[in-house]
């Protein structure tokens, strides 16, 4: 005679919803954190005045890498750094520099800078960030200001 096999009922886990919506509430943390700085359309410094350019600045480099401006006209920019603290080369830090202005500005990770200036003399200029990433050196880190 042969031996019966048992058939034994697999177990529910309990709890499983809980596993899961931990997963979902991390998973929507992590992408708002990523996405929130490319969803922002509209900006306005503290004075309320939309700005004219806005450029974004993270690790892969500037975006916009050209910045066009008109000789004697106030522009005002805004910098939107998309990397975080975490960063091992900078601590996320970016800076914007125009060296032919005598520009220096720097973004905290995660953070928004609006300043205005007026390029007085025609031409292109090099601006760039030089704290992280290679710094002036790496063509990334570089973008061109155009004054007409």
């Known amino acids: 005679m042969g031996k019966k096999k048992s058939i034994r009922k697999p177990q529910k886990r309990k709890g499983g919803w809980l596993g899961a919506a931990v997963v979902v509430a991390v998973l929507t943390v992590a992408i708002y954190l990523f996405a929130a700085p490319y969803l922002r359309t509209t900006s306005a410094s503290a004075s309320g005045q939309k700005p004219d350019v806005v450029l974004r600045i993270s690790m892969s480099g500037w975006e916009p ?54 390029p007085d003399k025609p031409g292109e200029y090099l601006f760039y960030c030089d704290i992280c990433c290679g710094g002036k050196d790496n063509p990334f880190m570089q973008g061109k200001l155009v004054v007409l």
Do not use: M, S, Y
């Open 65 to 118: 890498a050209v910045i066009r401006a008109e000789r004697g006209k106030p522009v005002t920019i805004e910098i939107i750094n998309l990397d975080n603290q975490f960063h091992t080369d900078g601590g996320g830090w970016h800076n914007f520099v125009v060296e032919a202005f005598g520009i220096e500005k720097r973004v905290p990770p995660k953070g928004t800078l609006t300043f205005t200036f007026v």
